[in-house]
């Protein structure tokens, strides 16, 4: 072998070792790809989510998420069924989930949580100006022309509840004329506007986009009370919650000083336990530690509390979500 040569294999095996070194030293990571289901697109699930998936996947590079709509309701079933990895939830629903209870019809024992007190949401029922019916004889009327959210959402469920709690169905609405409509929120505030329906049931963080939006419409409306009678059945039947809507939270909506008494929901967080603790582990660390960021998403995302948020689930809390609030000093 002349020198010429012993040089150049001599070079080859330097290059070859160095860039084992690199390779050995700094190996690839895999990129996970996961679906997070959210609300009806134009909701304030739809923004929440959008919102804190971007966090997530600004502080982990190797975390990929693609946002779809879902619900309440429906969400569940996309975790368990594998359509879905994490989803917003609402309390009473995942509960009702796990143990197989109406309206669901199997156990779905792959739920597991990260943690509530994300956005409680107010039910929030909008009419007319001129109504002046209270919500209890609006519900009772077969002939209501009323819209609200996709079937398979919490919102659609709740409607169906109250319906039936007044003796009212969407088949007796349609038989007397009235009209029940799905639809996302764009759509039902065309709808309302457009004088095709003269009441909205939905269900947000107030103030949530759909309210605004009619409040700055070209029809003159307002918000309905929700009668202490229904709160009460939902609350004993369903594990509905009781809230308000905040005197001028919605300044053409609401009129005096006195908060609007509603239903409510709480939110959760619902994750697959398939999922691996450590990726839980950091989804929950990063959104934990950026909640200062949280009112710039959305303004009641900022009262969330990880001192509170774990407790009280109605779904396991998964392992690497417990990790992230025992290590950040939030659970013993």
């Known amino acids: 072998m002349n020198a010429l040569t012993k040089r150049f294999v001599l070079q080859a095996g330097a290059i070859a070792a160095a ?12 990129v996970e790809n996961y679906v997070w289901a959210a609300g009806s697109p134009g909701g304030s699930w739809y923004t929440i989510v959008t919102g804190l998936a971007n966090i997530v996947m600004e502080k982990n590079q190797d975390i990929k998420i693609r ?38 019809d199997k156990k779905m024992p792959s739920l ?12 929030h029922v909008i009419v007319p100006a001129d109504e002046k019916r209270p919500l209890d004889q609006i519900l009772a009327d077969p002939k209501i022309r009323i819209g609200t959210s996709p079937r398979a959402t919490s919102e659609e469920l709740t409607l169906q509840r109250a319906l039936t709690f007044y003796n009212n169905s969407g088949d007796k609405i349609a038989q007397a004329g009235g009209k029940l409509i799905n639809a996302n929120y764009s759509q039902l505030v065309s709808a309302f506007q457009d004088n095709q329906v003269d009441v909205l049931w939905g269900a947000g963080s107030a103030p949530t986009g759909i309210a605004l939006e009619i409040q700055n419409g070209r029809r003159a409306a307002k918000l309905v009370a929700f009668p202490k009678a229904l709160m009460d059945h939902l609350a004993s039947q369903f594990g509905y919650g009781k809230s308000v809507i905040k005197a001028k939270a919605y300044t053409g909506l609401q009129s005096g000083d006195a908060d609007l008494p509603v239903t409510s929901l709480e939110a959760v967080i619902l994750v697959s336990s398939k999922l691996p603790d ?33 407790k009280d689930q109605p779904v396991p809390l998964h392992p690497g979500a417990e990790k992230a609030y025992k290590e950040l000093g939030f659970m013993k």
């Open 19 to 30: 860039a084992l070194f690199i390779a050995q030293a700094s190996p690839a990571k895999a």
């Open 67 to 104: 946002i779809v709509p879902g619900g309440g309701r429906d969400n569940p079933a996309l975790i368990e069924n594998g359509i879905a990895q994490i989803g917003m939830g609402i309390d009473f629903l995942a509960a009702a989930a796990t143990k197989g209870e109406a309206p669901y």
């Open 112 to 123: 597991r949580s990260i943690g509530g007190t994300w956005a409680p949401a107010e039910f």
């Open 278 to 310: 450590n990726d839980v582990y950091k989804i929950t660390k990063t959104l934990i530690e950026s909640r200062g960021s949280f009112g710039n998403i959305y303004k009641v995302l900022g009262e969330y509390d990880p001192a509170r948020a774990w």
